[in-house]
């Protein structure tokens, strides 16, 4: 990770930005099912090897700022929701992120299909994610 | 995987609740961008139209070819989508404005 950091630092410009987007690494992605009245949480995903991934990325931009490379410029959290229109589109959804995938934990998927089976026409399912933005400055 | 593009796959890229990157400073428009990790291109064509040129490469060719046939369907002409990964840059070219990890470290 940190060559690539310093591959990128290489081709920008001086005072060019290099921006991280990455999982947020506590808040886990929460599949809710949304009626026409109310919103029903059902599971947060798990994403098993993550935690590592995590720390080697986070080590990894620290040590390009440590050599001096870059300057924090700054770290800002952002959550967005995605709607969906059954469980087909969550399948192909998550199958879409890029490794490692959320997973549900055991029994939930089968809890959000019995809750989607019973839920009144109207009905999404609701992926809110929470992702964290860190920029960096090339000095 | 690739035969579930279609009427499920588009209607998930053309999703409103997308990734507003613009949000966070430095502005994309009309800046030079190197995007690594790509994928198929789902935040790329989210920015890519207000700015100046992209070079935006996936080690994953399924997922760069996924985004090479939106880029026609979209008929978007700045954007570069090379299979590879940023070891395999160049370390001397024409510098970039900004440089986007997504998802990708």
């Known amino acids: 990770m940190v060559h690539a950091l310093r591959r990128a630092g290489q081709r920008l410009r001086p005072g060019g930005s290099l921006i991280s987007i990455r999982p947020h690494e506590t808040q886990l992605p929460l599949v809710s099912v949304i009626t026409p009245s109310r919103r029903i949480p059902v599971a947060r995903l798990t994403t098993p090897g993550f935690d590592d991934r995590q720390s080697a990325a986070d080590a990894a931009l620290e040590r390009v700022v440590a050599e001096g490379r870059f300057a924090l410029n700054g770290i800002r959290n952002h959550r967005y929701r995605t709607l969906l229109d059954n469980p087909s589109q969550l399948r192909t959804y998550l199958e879409l992120i890029i490794p490692p995938r959320p997973r549900f934990p055991s029994g939930r998927r089968a809890q959000l299909l019995d809750l989607w089976r019973s839920s009144p026409r109207g009905s999404k399912i609701e992926i809110a994610e929470w992702i964290v933005l860190t920029a960096l400055r090339r000095r | ?105």
């Not at chain 2, 579930?4 to 966070?24: E, F, Q, V, W």
């Not at chain 2, 970039?96 to 990708?104: E, H, K, R, T």
């Open chain 2, 1 to 105: 995987m690739r035969l579930l593009a279609g009427t499920i796959y588009a209607s998930i890229r053309s999703m409103p609740a997308a990734l507003d990157i613009s949000a966070y400073p430095p502005d994309l428009k009309g800046r030079r961008i190197l995007d690594v990790g790509c994928g198929d291109g789902r935040l790329t064509f989210q920015y890519a139209p207000t700015a100046r040129e992209v070079l935006a490469f996936d080690p994953d060719r399924a997922s760069i070819e996924d985004a090479l046939d939106e880029q026609a369907a979209l008929r978007v002409s700045n954007v570069d989508f090379r299979v590879g990964s940023i070891e395999h840059l160049p370390a001397r070219g024409a510098p970039f404005d900004v440089a986007l990890f997504s998802w990708s470290l």
